[in-house]
C-alpha cells in the first residue's frame, strides 16, 4: 500500500513539474480548477472535501485562481450569506488545454513496455477510490485490517 502512496506522489510531482510548472499551477490549483469547471457552481466548502484537503488549502488555491481570472466568486443565488465558485472562460479553456497535456503525457507513461492499458489501469483506481469512499476509511469486511 505504502507504494502506491509513492507512486501517486511520484506521478503528480511529475506531472507538476511536467506540464502545471509552465503554467504556474500546482497539482492542487489544478484540481480545484478541474472541480470547479466540471461542477459549474459549486461552494468552498464542498471543493475542500472533494478534493481530499483543508479549507484553508481550497481557499488558497481559490484565491490563486481568483487572481489569475481562472473562477469568479459569488453570492449564492439564494442565501447571500453563502458564496460559489464559477469557472471563467478563460478558467474553462485552461482547465481543457490541461487535462489534454495531462493525458498526452500518461498516455506516455503508459506506454512503456510492461504497462498495462491505461484504461484498465484508470477503472482498477477508481473502483478503489470509490470503495475507499464507502468505506469511510474504515477497514473493508473480509481484509482482516
Not at 38 to 54: D, F, K, N
Not at 100 to 127: E, K, N, T
Request: hydrophobic share 45%.
Amino acid at each position: 500500500m505504502t507504494q502506491l502512496c509513492r507512486t501517486a506522489q511520484a506521478v503528480r510531482t511529475h506531472l507538476e513539474r511536467v506540464v502545471l510548472q509552465e503554467v504556474g499551477m500546482t497539482w492542487t490549483t489544478y484540481d480545484v480548477l478541474l472541480l470547479v469547471c466540471a461542477r459549474g457552481v459549486i461552494e468552498p466548502p464542498h471543493i475542500a472535501s472533494l478534493a481530499g484537503v483543508a479549507r484553508s488549502t481550497a481557499t488558497a488555491a481559490l484565491a490563486t485562481l481568483t487572481d489569475r481570472a481562472l473562477v469568479v466568486r459569488e453570492l449564492h443565488e439564494h442565501d447571500q450569506r453563502r458564496t460559489v465558485v464559477r469557472p471563467t472562460p478563460a478558467g474553462a479553456g485552461l482547465a481543457e488545454m490541461l487535462r489534454r497535456d495531462i493525458a498526452a503525457q500518461l498516455a506516455r507513461m503508459f506506454a512503456a513496455a510492461g504497462m498495462p492499458r491505461h484504461d484498465d489501469f484508470a477503472v482498477a483506481l477508481a473502483s478503489l477510490a470509490r470503495q475507499a469512499d464507502a468505506t469511510g476509511g474504515h477497514p473493508v469486511p473480509g481484509t482482516g485490517r
